[in-house]
């Protein structure tokens, strides 16, 4: 009796694997423009260049390229 895994992305059918694939790709694109938004207002505004905003820089910078790796594993992972 073969063991079905959760992870296993054979088994959809293809428009469920299209549909999961632009929902992961939507989420990345949002992920990366939100956190471009928030790099670009602490680089053009020198006001927000406080030491307690750096900490709000340093999220935005590692969730930008969570969002990128976020597009590589979607897009290795739903091949179509």
């Known amino acids: 009796m073969p063991t079905m895994n959760s992870t296993d992305t054979t088994t959809l059918p293809l428009s469920t694997r299209v549909t999961l694939a632009f929902l992961m790709g939507l989420v990345?694109?949002?992920?990366?423009?939100?956190?471009?938004?928030v790099i670009l207002a602490f680089v053009v505004d020198k006001k927000l260049r406080h030491r307690s905003n750096y900490f709000f820089l340093n999220l935005a910078i590692a969730d930008f390229f969570v969002g990128k790796l976020l597009?590589?594993?979607?897009?290795?992972?739903?091949?179509l």
């Open 28 to 37: 990345a694109f949002a992920i990366m423009l939100g956190n471009a938004v």
């Open 71 to 79: 597009i590589f594993i979607s897009d290795n992972r739903f091949q």
